[in-house]
């Protein structure tokens, strides 16, 4: 059964930053993507970032590519999310997930976006940034 613990969530001011945290347990770690996702409450939910485990490679929504940075420190079960350059548009309750094993061929689709489709995931953290 994985489990995950958010923190780092907050009220930050436009141009400002955080870094998100989500200690993951419960899963072996080879068979598991690990990524964000974000949703605002009567919204859908989007994908913000996630990291394969084909070979390590991050993968970024369009509007926070540049912005955020995805990490994940595998020897302490742990994954982060740098957010830079915070604006209003990224307030939203934000979840640690994973994506369970899923083959080469689905993360090198350039036709998708793989960080969509989580299978688990954590309660959330929540990034508030006024406008």
């Known amino acids: 059964q994985l489990q995950f613990v958010e923190s780092g969530g907050g009220l930050v001011q436009p141009g400002g930053s955080l870094r998100l945290s989500c200690l993951v347990s419960g899963f072996t770690q080879e068979y598991f993507a690990l990524g964000w996702f974000r949703q605002v409450p009567g919204k859908e939910h989007e994908g913000v970032s996630c990291i394969d485990n084909v070979d390590g490679r991050q993968y970024y929504e369009a509007s926070v590519k540049g912005r955020f940075t995805i990490s994940r420190d595998n020897a302490k079960n742990m994954v982060y999310l740098q957010m830079n350059s915070l604006k209003s548009e990224d307030t939203a309750n934000y979840y640690c997930?994973?994506?369970?094993?899923?083959?080469?061929?689905?993360?090198?689709?350039?036709?998708?976006?793989?960080?969509?489709?989580?299978?688990?995931w954590g309660r959330g953290t929540q990034v508030a940034v006024p406008s």
């Open positions: 997930a994973a994506i369970r094993l899923r083959p080469p061929t689905y993360w090198r689709d350039p036709s998708r976006f793989p960080c969509e489709k989580f299978d688990y």
